[in-house]
């Protein structure tokens, strides 16, 4: 063959492959738009959720003072909240952190509320990271990779202030393809970590995540005595995030109906175990995956509904009211080099994110060295762009259990100091009732896992909530009542305690 028939040849399949990245990684801009407004409404569901313990969490008189935080923090995790610990600045804090996240949902100034919010969601996740689990992350990720795509072209009052034909080309960059890789990732490396242990592969994650009563609700305290069900459950699940590729591989319909079943599976969860916003987060994550197709078929019969017409002309309304500030007259070659800039920073990003997963699930030495450096692992810190997939992996929790605080007035008169009322050890009838919010939850859980400061600090805590009372406690004990998972026998308590302070 010549050489320019093998030139030809070459190019070609260089075309066909293009072509085929392309339509596999492109955004609808529909698809970015639902995406904005969903990350919009959870940043601010997020925030009131949280106001529920922001005097517990996030100031002086809670577990973590700021004296601690700057004491015991990572030095890279820089927090704007850990300016004071007083209640009224946190407050300001939150409501700043609102305004953006509304912003962001109704799409003005878009970019800036994007910034802005994901600037504020690293503060307050670094202020107090023992709260955060696996949806935090992913909320916080999600709004990095957000940063660099357009999400005021549609459905947003930036569009209407801007035009009233908006682009109607999908969005296909190296953002783009950042933004659904780092959604893949999150349930390949997950199944990764499944498949290295032997719970998940034997059918029985289910039945282990649902006897963990400090997760069932609703559905869930049910779902235990229907093991052929969780067994069944078990694999389809565990299939599904092996495949989780097929995501991005798919197209049309087929990929609107895989997104479908992702979606189906965390409304599941949302009905059966308390896991805060985590499964409303990954609906979220999964709605740029939704194609044309879906869109085309739809928005045209919503397009006239009531609440769509009205919300249209909210936004028109807004475009027409809040006040527009264009940038003129930018130079040409400074707009050609902040978009390089983006595009090497987004590239560079993603390389580390995905050899950070590669490293974490233990591939990533060569020749006894970690693949990414030690300035990577910084930068990494620094951005928050650091993630750990571990839900429920590589095996389930195999320990339910439950906190019991005495403590002892000085007539000698014991009170749950936590929980109030009277001390009991017994299994609870509902055991995640006896965690206020979910993020309790994950914090007194993790006082059984880590080390004396934290518990010492939960300890303090609980002597001043009664420092106002009169008599106050002369003595507080923390203790964790375990209670190991036997699928096929007697399940006996044990007490842990946890700390031991005199008031």
């Known amino acids: 063959m010549s050489t320019d028939g093998r030139r030809s040849r070459l190019d070609a399949l260089r075309s066909r492959v293009g072509r085929g990245l392309h339509e596999r990684f492109r955004i609808d801009r529909r ?76 799409g003005y100034r878009t970019r800036i509320a994007t910034v802005g919010s994901w600037l504020m969601l690293v503060s307050l996740h670094n202020r107090m990271p023992a709260v955060l689990n696996g949806g935090d992350v992913l909320l916080r990720l999600l709004l990095f990779w957000a940063i660099f795509l357009p999400l005021g072209a549609r459905w947003a009052v930036d569009s209407y202030q801007r035009t009233d034909d908006p682009d109607r080309t999908p969005v296909a960059s190296v953002a783009s393809a950042a933004l659904l890789c780092q959604v893949v990732l999150v349930y390949l490396v997950n199944a990764a970590m499944k498949l290295s242990g032997e719970i998940w592969l034997r059918g029985e994650g289910l039945e282990y995540v649902f006897s963990l009563g400090q997760f069932t609700v609703f559905l869930g305290d049910h779902l235990e005595a229907v093991p052929p069900l969780l067994v069944a459950g078990d694999y389809l699940w565990l299939a599904m995030v092996a495949t989780a590729f097929l995501l991005v591989v798919l197209r049309g319909r087929r990929r609107t109906a895989y997104v479908g079943l992702f979606v189906a599976m965390h409304v599941g969860m949302g009905l059966t175990m308390q896991l805060g916003l985590f499964p409303l987060i990954s609906v979220a994550a999964l709605l740029p995956f939704l194609p044309a197709w879906f869109w085309d078929r739809a928005v045209p019969p919503l397009a006239d509904r009531r609440p769509v017409a009205g919300a249209r002309r909210a936004l028109r309304g807004l475009a027409a009211w809040l006040p527009t500030i264009r940038i003129t007259d930018v130079p040409s070659a400074l707009s050609r080099w902040t978009a390089r800039a983006r595009t090497a920073v987004v590239v560079c990003v993603l390389v580390l994110v995905v050899l950070w997963n590669v490293q974490f699930l233990g591939y990533g030495e060569v020749a006894g060295q970690d693949v990414t450096p030690e300035a990577a692992d910084s930068a990494i810190d620094l951005t928050r762009t650091d993630q750990y997939w571990t839900m429920f992996a590589p095996e389930p929790l195999s320990v339910d259990g439950w906190l019991v605080a005495p403590g002892t007035f000085p007539n000698g008169t014991r009170i749950d100091a936590f929980h109030g009322g009277r001390v009991t050890w017994d299994r609870p009838d509902d055991v995640s009732s006896t965690y206020p919010t979910h993020r309790w939850r994950k914090y007194l859980t993790g006082l059984w896992r880590s080390g004396s400061v934290d518990r010492q600090l939960f300890a303090d805590y609980l002597c001043g909530r009664y420092d106002d009372a009169w008599p106050h406690l002369t003595n507080v004990s923390v203790y964790y009542v375990e209670q190991p998972t036997r699928l096929d026998g007697p399940e006996p308590t044990e007490r842990v305690r946890l700390a031991t302070q005199d008031c």
């Not at 409404?41 to 700057?70: N, Q």
């Not at 890279?76 to 610990?85: D, E, Q, R, T």
């Open 31 to 106: 698809a970015l738009a639902a995406f904005r407004i969903a990350l919009g409404c959870l940043l601010v569901a997020d925030l009131v959720l949280r106001s529920r313990s922001l005097r517990a969490f996030y100031t002086d008189e809670g577990v973590y003072p700021v004296a601690d935080f700057h004491a015991y923090g990572d030095p890279l995790h820089l927090s704007l909240h850990a300016i004071s610990g007083e209640a009224w600045v946190q407050v300001l804090l939150f409501c700043v952190a609102g305004l953006l996240g509304i912003a962001l949902a109704v």
